[in-house]
Structures are given as C-alpha cells and as structure tokens.
Nanobody
Framework: QLQASGGGLVQAGGPLRLSCVISGRILNSYAVGWFRQAPGKEREFVAA????????DYADSVKGRFTISSDKGKKKVYLQMNSLKPEDTAVYYC???????????????????WGKGTLVTVSS
C-alpha cells in the first residue's frame, strides 16, 4: 500500500512537498507515480520515478516546477512542488506500477495500491 501526505493550503508561487510512504515489497523494476484529480476532472499523471532512481518523467504542465525523488532507506517518494499555481489545486495520490515495464507509464489504470490522497489547495 502507498500513502500520500503533506498536502495543505499554500499561496500561489509558494512551495510544498508531498511524501509517499510505501509499505510492502518494492523492486528496482517498479515505478511510483504521482497523480492528481481536481473536482469534476479525470485523474491525471503528474510525475513518476523508477524505484532504481535512474528514470523520472513529468507531465508537461509541471515540468520545471515539480521534482520527484526517492529515499530507498525510508521507502518514501517525494514530490517537491515549486511555483505553485491555482490550477495545481487537486487531491494528489501516489501509486505503484509493479509491471516492471521498461518505460514509465502515465495512465492511472496501469498503477495499483492507491492509498488515500492528500489535498493541495493553491490560493491566488
């Protein structure tokens, strides 16, 4: 199971760091992804990282502002969000792609072990 935390209310332009704690086994071939869902919208891809730490990918809307990283010792994945915008407001989730697929995938149904999300609200 994966569980996201760290959400909150932040002013536009400000930073926020989300954490995702992983319970259970995780292999280097797995990937962890961050997704978000705003009210009335589909769940969308934000960022992903291979547990090996060698590969990351981002949605175009967050490139240059968000950074995904991992801490193997703590079994955590972080999402550092900078220069936040009101349109970043959403519930953020983390989940695992345990397929071992060689590329990072961006579709939410390729991921599993979703936990409860954490709400990020960016005020203008």
């Amino acid at each position: 199971q994966l569980q996201a935390s760290g959400g909150g209310l932040v002013q536009a332009g400000g930073p926020l760091r989300l954490s995702c704690v992983i319970s259970g086994r995780i292999l280097n071939s797995y990937a962890v992804g961050w997704f978000r869902q705003a009210p009335g919208k589909e769940r969308e891809f934000v960022a992903a990282i291979k547990w090996s730490g060698t590969t990351t990918d981002y949605a175009d809307s967050v490139k240059g502002r968000f950074t995904i990283s991992s801490d193997k010792g703590k079994k955590k994945v972080y999402l550092q969000m900078n220069s936040l915008k009101p349109e970043d407001t959403a519930v953020y989730y983390c989940a695992a792609d345990r397929s071992g697929y060689y590329r990072l995938r961006k579709i939410h149904y390729d991921y599993e072990n979703w936990g409860k999300g954490t709400l990020v609200t960016v005020s203008s």
